[in-house]
């Protein structure tokens, strides 16, 4: 069965940049894509990248997406970071038709 | 715009069923399918499966098999989930989005329906 594995937590200031992981642990993490959900508190998720790296109409550019090969990972970057940015974060993936999400990330704005 | 309406909270004894629905507007229906998630209190997020409008086909979690069923109302544009002998570990806040199927993105989410089983 898929696993998306990530971090716990992580926390940075404001004006700085944090990357989120997201390792799958059995298949290649290029053989589907990768999306994150950003979901603030007692709110509903939010697309925030989709397709490994394409950012949704309306998500700020500090959002980037990127995989890595080497690693088996997909990594969730977020730039300038500001207390809105505050939230869980989620990757997701695909398996044989059904969808995974990954472990999750909960990104504190010290 | 794309908005998902999702039906009120629902309290539920043990072995009862629950059915959430999700009223979709702002698009053409049966041109995406609705998937359903599933978040308990303090956890993160379980995919439960997804419908395809254009061809009725279904692909449930596989740890829900035999008690979750995904119906959609085309004329109502209205997706539903049926969710049967319900356990204390099902109470958790039910999202429908849409997307999803033939590995799409879930690009537009429900509010939320909080389901909670308890004797």
């Known amino acids: 069965n898929l696993m998306l594995t990530q971090p716990h937590s992580v926390s940075e200031s404001p004006g700085k940049t944090v990357t989120i992981s997201c390792t799958r642990r059995s298949g290649s993490i290029d053989s589907n894509y990768v999306q994150w959900y950003q979901q603030r508190p007692d709110s509903a998720p939010i697309n925030v990248i989709f397709e490994d790296n394409r950012r949704p109409s309306g998500v700020p550019d500090r959002f980037s997406g990127s995989i890595d090969s080497s690693s088996n990972s997909a990594s969730l970057t977020i730039s300038g970071l500001r207390t809105e940015d505050e939230a869980d974060y989620y990757c997701q993936s695909f398996h044989d038709s059904t969808l995974v999400f990954g472990t999750g990330t909960k990104v504190t704005v010290l | 715009q794309v908005q998902l309406v999702q039906s009120g909270a629902e309290v539920k004894k043990p072995g009862a069923s629950v059915k959430v629905s999700c009223k979709a507007s702002?698009?053409?229906?049966?041109?995406?399918?609705i998937s359903w998630v599933r978040q308990a209190p303090g956890q993160g997020l379980e995919w439960m499966g997804w419908i395809s409008l254009y061809s009725g086909t279904t692909k449930y979690a596989q740890n829900l098999q035999g008690r979750v069923t995904m119906t959609t109302d085309t004329s109502t544009s209205t997706a539903h989930l049926e969710l049967r002998n319900l356990r204390s570990d099902d109470t958790a806040i039910y999202f429908c989005?849409?997307?999803?199927?033939?590995?799409?993105?879930?690009?537009?989410w429900g509010q939320g329906t909080l389901v909670t089983v308890s004797s």
């Open positions: 702002g698009y053409t229906f049966t041109n995406y399918g």
């Open positions: 989005a849409r997307g999803g199927v033939a590995a799409t993105r879930l690009d537009y």
